[in-house]
């Protein structure tokens, strides 16, 4: 990042002059006087190179990160190591400084590494056909629940009360201004209750979108729910962790229509909370419903391999009132990122990730509870996240003591879910060591 502006007083007049204007007021002219701020801006004194440096260090430090403290925090954005190839391979120049790929005959590189991220979401997902990347997974559910009221022509969405919060509420922001109506599903013991949704079931059911592994950790049976949505005609939409389908089973292989997913979990760290990426997978049948873009594999009259945008639905290629979105980037550098870990890992190295989250939540979660300061809230199997009751209730000072102690806590579920108060959402990632973990059950078992 450039730390100053290296234009001249002279370079400034000599642009000035090929414009024609002869100072930098005439540009705002078209300005009224009158709501111009005709004073100087209230900043504080202007500092030196080095000493706007040391400032801004002093406000770094204020931070607290994954770095220096142990994180136990999840609900959506997760701690993994991030092996060191990644970084090293997405600052190069021609993927960092690159943008969108309008040509195809000097894009070669940026298209060929789009298409092998679409080719792995693909093979993760269990789908036919992946897109170039969302904005994160909010964003993600909202395109696919517009997707399916395009392919259906209908107007209602079903959504599970255990997707992620801030999901739903991107979901309910598009959904307001579009005419569409969302209805909430509630949960029975922290998983989905199919015989509500049969009530909720309309001929005017557009989706039906469901988490898996849920907000709450634990893992859904959808075995039957891909049969009970189709029969109505409507679409089944999963959001997942991508890090969870080295283990379960791939939507696409129990009925899902439509795959999302925060794609952060794959390389990218936690950055204060982005930028992400969000995949998307779907039926073939759906490829020119999707939004964004989708690159393609092709050869030319030599015969020779080539890259392509395939299918490109937005508003910068045609006609706004025809464009299935106007959502403008696909977060190429964090889906690079994402293509990077999962073939640096391979299927082995993936399944190895996960089944590690898996087993040291399992011991944490068991460790927590021999405490006897914590309680168990939901039954069924989870991934790498689960929930605890804290007997003492107040999970924000639980947190901030632990947090004395170089710990970074868990999520308070009353946050989202006021029944579930006292409740905490505890992650547990394959870079928590058993020294860690032991030393986090002790201060949280007597605090």
Known sequence: MWRYIPNTGEQQQEMLEEIGVSCVDELFTDIPENIRLNRDLDLPEALSEMELIGHMRQLADK????GEC??????GAYDHYIPSVIQHLVRRQEFYTAYTPYQPEISQGTLQAIFEYQTMICRLTGMDVSNASMYDGATAVAEAAAMACRSTGRTDIIVAKTVHPQS????KTYSRFAGRQVVEWNYKDGR???EELEKLLSENTAAVIVQNPNFFGLIEDLSDLADMVHQNRSLLIVSCNPISLALLKPPGDMGADIVVGEGQPLGNPLSFGGPYLGFMAAKEKFMRRMPGRIVGETRDKEGRRGYVLTIQTREQHIRREKATSNICSNQALNALAAAIYLSALGKSGLKKVAALCCQKACYTYDELLK??????VFTGPFFNEFTVRYQYRNIGQLNSKLLDHGIIGGYPLERDYPELDGVWLVAVTEKRTRKEIDNFVERAGSV
């Open 63 to 66: 931070n607290i990160s994954t």
């Open 70 to 75: 142990a994180c136990f925090l999840g609900a």
């Open 168 to 171: 739903r509420e991107v979901l």
């Open 192 to 194: 989905l209750d199919f």
């Open 371 to 376: 405490t006897g300061a914590f309680s168990p």
